[in-house]
């Protein structure tokens, strides 16, 4: 059964740091994972999708990288602001599955 | 419509009422999830739908839970007899295709149960 965690569940940063935020996943057999983005009380907005072939994608400051062989990705943010203050989650999908998600982490950026 | 959308935005219900709540996907979008997302936690899958294959239906929590939709297009989730713990934030996805596709997620309907 693929489970999905995220590290650091919560995180602080000052206005304009470049920051790393980790996702795990237990079966490395994906078809693809997507980062998503949530504000408090809101749905989820897409931010990158990659496929398992593909290494990494990039949107505006946004850059995500997959290494499937150790069940890894990472969400690089650069130039941190306030407004990228919201809850990331990432979700990986076994072909033939469902999406599983993990259980986000919480940044903060202050001004 | 340019996005997902879901209703109502809100519900409030008593215990033991049955409640209904839609899905309208992406136009085009052959699949369709269904997630719940409790306070303060991730979201759980409840049933997916991909075109005209029988849907996936293992992340349902109890036969309450029952879920349709019409071709590819609008789907309701029906809450039967709800109970307190039914109280969570309901989300709907869609996407083009299958698991290989982006998913876009409607703003959902938020369920309390008195």
């Known amino acids: 059964k693929q489970e999905v965690t995220q590290i650091p569940a919560a995180l602080s940063v000052p206005e304009g740091e470049n920051l790393v935020l980790n996702c795990s996943f237990t079966d490395s057999a994906i078809y693809n994972l997507q980062w998503f983005r949530q504000d408090p009380g809101k749905g989820l907005t897409s931010l990158l999708l990659i496929q398992s072939s593909q290494r990494e994608q990039t949107s505006g400051r946004l850059n995500a990288s997959l290494d499937k062989s150790s069940g890894r990705s990472t969400l690089y943010i650069a130039a941190s602001q306030p407004g990228d203050s919201a809850t990331y989650l990432c979700?990986?999908?076994?072909?033939?599955?469902?999406?599983?998600f993990g259980p986000g982490t919480r940044l903060s950026v202050l001004p | 419509g340019a996005g997902v959308s879901q209703s109502p935005s809100n519900k409030v219900t008593e215990k033991g009422k049955d409640v209904e709540l839609r899905c309208d996907p992406i136009?085009?979008?052959?699949?369709l999830y269904w997630y719940r997302q409790r306070l303060g936690q991730g979201l759980e899958f409840l049933i997916y739908f991909q075109g005209n294959s029988a849907p996936d239906k293992s992340g349902l929590p109890s036969d309450r839970f029952s879920a349709e939709r019409t071709g590819e297009s609008v789907s309701t989730l029906t809450i039967q007899r709800t109970q307190q713990e039914d109280s969570a934030v309901y989300l709907c996805a869609s996407s083009l295709g299958g698991g290989a596709s982006e998913q876009f997620f409607g703003p959902g309907t938020r369920l309390t149960v008195l």
């Open positions: 979700a990986v999908n076994n072909y033939g599955q469902n999406f599983v």
């Open positions: 136009s085009g979008h052959t699949a």
